[in-house]
């Protein structure tokens, strides 16, 4: 499944109500003052459709809201610990009266508001916060499906060819992110897909999205002009071709040991024929084309073998196939 980075905003501080401190507090383990909080609302993402021709849908929005309450942000999606700056206590769905998306929707923004504590070291962090300097964000979460607008397939789970961006029979291909699975984490980021709100992306692979390569390979092989992946299929096929790299680069080393093999049994079995010129004849030959002189090298080198321990030996008759591979 995929983690979705949809960027936002922040927006102006604001005055904490003894309702919001009572919020904040029941993510803290002590009581905390007002005067030693810094609050301030962000817009976290919205439902237009972003410069990567995805969007959130208003049903995605609603169920994400209560899912980062409690989520912490962060600096560019660090994953340290030292990297957390604030916390969402507070989030809400909010409509943008008279305005619509670029597909005709009613615009709705997902709303939160977070705080951090005061202190000399984030200071820093809060005076580029006022200053607008740290303003854009950017939200981590899991999505469900990934629906693509003009034939309603989900992406994640079966072959489609409309590729988002393009424009089929009049109607602009894009992806509607929708079922969100789990919040993450909001970070703050430099630099917003989402043309208001900021938005990028990405994906964490679950199971039930997870493509084999014979689905993967269907795709590839039909597409008549470009094709689009999901990350989890795109994830899968590096995931085979560095397997394949791996079994190449067995492979190539098993070939290199029986190719010098064969080489030295045909000095061996054949002392008068030119080695040099074999090796060259050998290095073109296919494993198993190798495979079969190998085994008639080594068997004739057998039977050589056997004849000399019994000329060399008390005269009995030994039989040969004794010696056989």
């Not at 942000?73 to 604030?86: E, L, P, R, V, Y």
């Not at 305005?99 to 504590?117: F, Q, S």
């Not at 098993?254 to 030295?264: G, I, N, Q």
Request: proline share 2%; charged share 30%; with cysteine.
């Amino acid at each position: 499944m995929t983690e979705n980075f949809k960027e936002g905003f922040t927006v102006k501080s604001v005055e904490l109500t003894d309702d919001e401190l009572e919020k904040i507090n029941s993510f803290t383990r002590s009581p905390f003052t007002a005067d030693r909080l810094y609050a301030f609302n962000v817009t976290l993402c919205n439902n237009d459709i972003d410069r990567d021709n995805e969007k959130f849908d208003l049903s995605a929005l609603n169920a994400l809201a209560p899912m980062f309450i409690g989520r912490t942000g962060i600096k560019d999606h660090s994953m340290k610990s030292d990297d957390q700056t604030a916390r969402i206590y507070d989030t809400w769905v909010e409509k943008q009266e008279g305005r619509k998306t670029a597909d005709g929707e009613d615009y709705y923004c997902l709303k939160a508001k977070a705080y951090m504590v005061r202190s000399d070291e984030n200071q820093p962090f809060i005076t580029a916060l006022e200053a607008g300097i740290k303003k854009e964000v950017s939200v981590s979460c899991s999505m469900g499906k990934s629906i693509c607008s003009v034939c309603g397939e989900d992406k994640r789970a079966h072959r489609c060819e409309h590729i988002p961006g393009k424009v089929y029979n009049g109607k602009k291909a894009f992806v509607i992110l929708t079922d969100p699975q789990v919040a993450y984490e909001f970070s703050f980021v430099a630099v917003p897909a989402q043309r208001e709100a900021g938005v990028t992306k990405n994906y964490k692979i679950t199971e039930k999205e997870a493509l084999d390569m014979e689905s993967i390979m269907k795709t590839l092989k039909s597409c008549t002009d470009s094709v689009v992946l999901t990350k989890a299929q795109a994830e899968s096929a590096v995931e085979y071709i560095e397997s394949l790299e791996d079994n190449a680069k067995l492979g190539c080393e098993y070939k290199k040991s029986l190719t010098d093999e064969v080489v030295r049994l045909c000095a061996v079995v054949m002392p008068d024929m030119d080695i040099e010129t074999f090796k060259g004849v050998a290095q073109v030959m296919t494993a198993k084309e190798l495979q079969s002189f190998k085994k008639a090298f080594s068997k004739t080198n057998y039977e050589k073998s056997a004849a000399r321990q019994i000329k060399d030996g008390s005269g009995e008759n030994k039989q040969l196939n004794q010696f056989k591979l």
